[in-house]
């Protein structure tokens, strides 16, 4: 996620994965959800292009805005 100050929203950025099947050698699509604060759906993919920075061959299927207002991040207590 991108933590400038203004970004007042998240998006719900739906991305498909490709690889390749090496048994039968077709692309194999993953889609997966991720979850960008920006100020816009255009800025959110943006902001998720430049974290991905090319270290997969993927495609954005869609950008759409959440009703999502906040996210607290949680950690688990570790045992003492």
Known sequence: TCNRDGDLKWYKVRVAYITLDEKTGKEKKTYVNSLIQSESTAAAEKDFN???????????????????????????????
Request: proline share 3%.
């Open 50 to 80: 430049q974290i991905i920075n090319n270290m997969i061959e993927y495609e954005v299927v869609g950008v759409s805005e959440t009703p999502i207002m906040d996210v607290f991040f949680h950690e688990e207590e570790k045992e003492v």
